[in-house]
């Protein structure tokens, strides 16, 4: 298993090297951005090359413009670790990183696994708020001296001996904690185990406490529910005797089938749960309470819902029929009259979705047919077939609104005639221009190919209305008219308000163009600049970082 961690460690490793594209080193102090002038660099690169010395523990210092599109914080860990600042041995290292990077900008203080005992990740917090203000000022050079230079106070100058003694008497003294611990922790153990016993017993006494003054409340709901089965259960009887004297047809077998119930319901369930002590027997009658109810209200339903079915038929369908059919008869001489102009001042076209010369025989078709299906209706309620009687007054009704809409029909031919000339003499005089204007809006430039082919179903339509009204009198389609302005009306204001999208889409598009030039050319004007060391550095030695330490963006 730990044989596998390392290869996995390893590829992960290996990744994470090919997936960020880091310059090498080529001191402690690695200046990639310009901040420090020669001498400084070289005074600071000295101070921590004689710490190494002194210490064994590696500080690196970098400064770069670019970290590749990664927050700092995972930039920081990889170049750490990439870099192996601190020794193999003891991972003694620390990385003091200044991102200038728009993208993520910021100080970070990355520390190896071996001066986490000696630096904290408070401490490092402590440092960059420290030289935030010289930060936020840009002045980086003296930040970053103050940063190595607070750092090494908190760290501290003991050699790695020293150190590695320091951490073993740490240890030790933490593995005697953890043997006081772990012995304090026995002794609370066992005291919680006698109290959480003693709770367990409470616990249970307590459920059985609460589950008997459940059981005590289910069975006075039961005792409630029983209450209002009996009203109900009286209510019902009483409405079912009552159309038991009308003689309706299956009240005398409801109330037989009702009545069977009569003692348990007012007598036994009432007996049963005042002598009940156990909650499985209020459970049962309460279970058969529900049955009941559900049985009483089953058959209430369906007895009722016949009754009004029977009643409805009966009393107001061959009224309802009677008052719809007379619609119909007041309107056909109208109708009749209505059909002699449309004949005498249009084309046979007119009627081309109506059979307005079988207008009488389809009305006398649609009464028959309704006729029928109310004495279907009738014959089906004698034979107590309420469902068919229902689905017969309903087609009753269909038919007559069948004949309603045929007549409706003829009126809405007139209608859309009507309507077409008036369009015709609202519109004509404008249309020639509304046409004109659509066609320049739509020959601007960077209007798309797709809009500009709209121009020409529009031609289209005005050209078929034009041969339309040349047609001469009574060969006039108007109802084509109509439809045909209204096409164009649609068409010109449609293709107007696209042809300011596109132009619109064009003008954002050029914007964005010309944004994603200037980025480009911001970002071919970074470049990394690398210094030469005066010093003899030779490279780190193989530390790594487990991602401890502070941010500060600023």
């Given at each position: 298993m730990k044989f596998l961690s390392y290869i996995i460690l390893a590829m992960f490793a290996v990744f994470i090297t090919h997936a960020q594209d880091f310059p090498k080193p080529t001191g402690y102090v690695n200046d990639y951005a310009k901040v420090f002038?020669?001498?400084?660099?070289?005074?600071?690169?000295?101070?921590?090359?004689?710490?190494?010395?002194?210490?064994?523990?590696?500080?690196?210092?970098v400064v770069i413009n670019d970290i590749q599109q990664t927050v700092l914080e995972e930039y920081a860990t990889e170049l750490f670790n990439t870099w192996g600042i601190g020794k193999k041995q003891n991972d003694a290292g620390l990385l003091i990183l200044l991102s200038l990077d728009t993208f993520d900008r910021g100080l970070r203080i990355e520390v190896g696994y071996g001066l986490e005992e000696f630096i904290t990740d408070y401490q490092a917090s402590e440092i960059i708020e420290e030289v935030m203000p010289l930060l936020k000022s840009g002045d980086y050079a003296k930040a970053l001296v103050i940063s190595v230079r607070t750092s090494i106070a908190k760290i501290g100058t003991r050699t790695a001996e020293a150190r590695e003694q320091y951490l073993n008497g740490l240890q030790k003294e933490r593995d005697e904690q953890t043997a006081q611990f772990l012995m304090g922790l026995i002794i609370i153990g066992g005291i919680v185990i006698i109290f959480f016993v003693i709770f367990i017993i409470y616990r249970k006494l307590k459920a059985r406490e609460k589950r008997l003054e459940q059981e005590k409340q289910y069975k006075n709901i039961t005792f409630s529910n029983l209450t209002s089965l009996q009203l109900v259960y009286d209510d019902t009887i009483k409405a079912i005797e009552l159309l038991d004297t009308k003689q309706f047809y299956g009240a005398d077998e409801a109330l037989r089938q009702l009545k069977r119930r009569d003692n348990l319901i007012k007598k036994e369930f009432s007996d049963n749960l005042t002598k009940s002590k156990k909650h499985e027997d209020v459970i049962k009658i309460a279970s058969d309470i529900d049955i009941i109810s559900d049985e009483l209200r089953d058959v209430s339903k369906e007895i009722f819902e016949n009754h009004n079915i029977e009643n409805n038929i009966r009393n107001r369908l061959e009224t309802q029929i009677d008052d719809m059919k007379r619609q119909v008869q007041n309107a056909l001489p109208q109708a009749r009259q209505v059909i002699g102009l449309i004949n005498k001042d249009n084309p046979?076209?007119?009627?081309?979705?109506?059979?307005?010369?079988?207008?009488?025989?389809?009305?006398?078709?649609?009464?028959?047919?309704?006729?029928?299906?109310?004495?279907t209706a009738l014959n089906n309620l004698d034979s107590h077939l309420y469902k068919d009687a229902k689905f017969s007054a309903t087609s009753a009704v269909t038919y007559i609104n069948n004949a309603i809409t045929s007549v409706s029909s003829i009126f809405d031919v007139n209608h859309q005639i009507n309507n077409g000339k008036e369009k015709y003499n609202q519109q004509i005089s404008r249309l020639p221009n509304l046409i004109s204007s659509t066609e320049k809006a739509l020959q601007r430039s960077n209007v798309k190919s797709s809009t500009k082919a709209s121009i020409s179903s529009i031609g289209s339509d005005y050209k078929e209305l034009q041969s339309e009204v040349n047609k001469?009198?009574?060969?006039?389609?108007?109802?084509?008219?109509?439809?045909?302005?209204?096409?164009?009306?649609?068409?010109?204001?449609?293709?107007?308000?696209?042809?300011?999208?596109?132009?619109?889409?064009?003008?954002?598009?050029?914007?964005?163009?010309?944004?994603?030039?200037?980025?480009r050319e911001e970002e071919s004007q970074r470049s990394y600049h690398s210094s030469n060391s005066g010093g003899s550095f030779g490279g780190f030695g193989g530390g790594g970082s487990g991602g401890g330490g502070a941010s500060g963006r600023f």
């Open positions: 002038t020669e001498e400084d660099r070289l005074i600071l690169e000295k101070n921590i090359s004689d710490y190494e010395k002194n210490t064994s523990i590696e500080i690196a210092v046979e076209s007119i009627w081309r979705n109506f059979d307005y010369k079988n207008l009488d025989r389809n009305v006398d078709a649609f009464f028959n047919k309704s006729d029928q299906m109310v004495k001469g009198p009574n060969k006039i389609d108007w109802i084509i008219v109509g439809a045909l302005i209204v096409s164009i009306l649609n068409s010109c204001d449609s293709s107007v308000r696209q042809s300011s999208r596109d132009m619109s889409d064009y003008e954002e598009e050029i914007a964005s163009q010309k944004r994603r030039k200037r980025e």
